[in-house]
């Protein structure tokens, strides 16, 4: 396969240049230069004609040159251009695994069940799925992936780390584990197995309703809608939603389910690279504009998990309880290249509506408390019980 210089930098170029009117979160463009792009290559940094320099000395000089694969070559410049970009959610997926990264908007992939997000360079758990092999296995919220099957993860992407963890069911996968408060570090192997994400899982305890969504992904807002119809039809009286350990997902699902809560006012905010701001506002019709609801959150609490419970909190309409989120405020796009792989880039940062930045902080509590599982559930409920007598709210242990 010989590549002259122009292809070389039309494909450069169509990593480089980011178009700020494409969908956000989740959605997917496919770029093509036209001949107006094409005639801009000429004004490139000079630079970027050594790509084309580099390629022209290994094809020259190099000692194995029959076995030179200018496909690798190349995928090779775009992951290390991208990745010196030195924003952890902005990655190069060549065209083999590009399709594998669609599956996390389906619900069901293979693997082993875990969420996983990049936090102060360390590629961390933000939840494994319940009864997922990862939980069986004991992996934890916050755990640190320190190698996956032998390989260190220092230089790795969340996304990267992702795709060497999935794999077809029944093959194993080696991790090596850092947790906090134990000294060694933990080696496991897992075996994985087709995973089916249920987005959205609801039930009633007695007038109360509980709502948990795992992850926003393509059903999420039908899923959730019916779930709130079906609480409603049979006589909830208030709403625990449960967003512990949701990691995030699509944007404009996020803005569906918050809008299940609110009249009016803003969802989210959206800010660009030029400054320029996008407003989210509240979609007419939701369902439950007037229900008592609380909101549960820990550090597994990311991204679009995070747009909801920020929109709710900061519009009145519902107090937060647990722990701190995790505190991922970025926008992504996943645009197509040529040649079937992709760039996905970060092209906007989000604010709550009052305006608050989250990114390595998170959203803090109405209701601060290290409860776990069913016993902040428990509490929520005795809250929402209070409420609907009109009792003050129950005190919570921390």
Not at 75 to 94: E, H, R, W
Not at 136 to 151: C, R
Not at 366 to 389: G, Q, R
């Amino acid at each position: 396969m010989t590549f002259k210089r122009n292809t070389i930098l039309s494909i450069l170029l169509a990593v480089a240049v980011l178009m700020m009117s494409l969908p956000l979160v989740g959605c997917e463009s496919k770029w093509t230069l036209s001949d107006a792009d094409n005639r801009t290559l000429q004004g490139l940094p000079s630079q970027f004609s050594e790509i084309s320099q580099a390629y022209q000395i290994l094809q020259q000089y190099y000692v194995d040159r029959q076995g030179l694969d200018a496909t690798k070559l190349l995928q090779g410049a775009l992951k290390g251009m991208v990745a010196a970009v030195g924003d952890n959610y902005t990655v190069y997926f060549p065209p083999q695994i590009y399709e594998s990264t669609q599956i996390e908007y389906t619900g069901v992939y293979q693997g082993i069940g875990a969420y996983i997000g990049k936090k102060d360079n360390q590629i961390v758990i933000i939840a494994p799925i319940p009864g997922s092999p990862a939980a069986a296995a004991g992996i934890k919220s916050g755990d640190v992936i320190l190698k996956i099957d032998g390989q260190p993860t220092d230089q790795m992407s969340s996304d990267e780390a992702s795709l060497k963890i999935r794999g077809p069911a029944g093959t194993k996968v080696a991790l090596t584990i850092g947790r906090k408060d134990v000294k060694d570090p933990i080696e496991l192997s897992i075996t994985r197995s087709e995973i089916t994400v249920a987005s959205v899982t609801s039930e009633m305890h007695d007038q109360i309703a509980y709502i948990r969504i795992t992850q926003f992904i393509l059903p999420t807002t039908n899923d959730f809608k019916q779930a709130l119809q079906d609480s409603i039809d049979k006589g909830a009286k208030g709403i625990i939603l449960d967003l512990r350990d949701n990691p995030g997902g699509i944007l404009d699902q996020a803005v569906d389910v918050a809008s299940q809560f609110l009249l009016r006012g803003i969802v989210v905010k959206v800010v660009d690279k030029d400054g320029k701001e996008s407003v989210f506002k509240v979609r007419p019709g939701g369902l439950a504009l007037n229900m008592p609801l609380i909101v549960l959150v820990n550090g597994g609490s990311a991204s679009a998990s995070e747009i909801v419970a920020g929109a709710l909190q900061d519009n009145g309409r519902a107090k937060l309880a647990g722990s701190q989120t995790f505190g991922k405020a970025s926008v992504q796009n996943i645009i197509r290249l040529d040649d079937g792989g992709a760039i996905k880039v970060t092209v906007a940062h989000y604010y709550t509506p009052d305006g608050k930045l989250i990114s390595g902080t998170g959203l803090t509590p109405d209701y601060p408390s290290d409860l776990k599982d069913d016993e902040l559930v428990k509490w929520a409920e005795d809250y929402l019980n209070k409420i609907i007598a009109q009792q003050p709210a129950p005190a919570l242990a921390k």
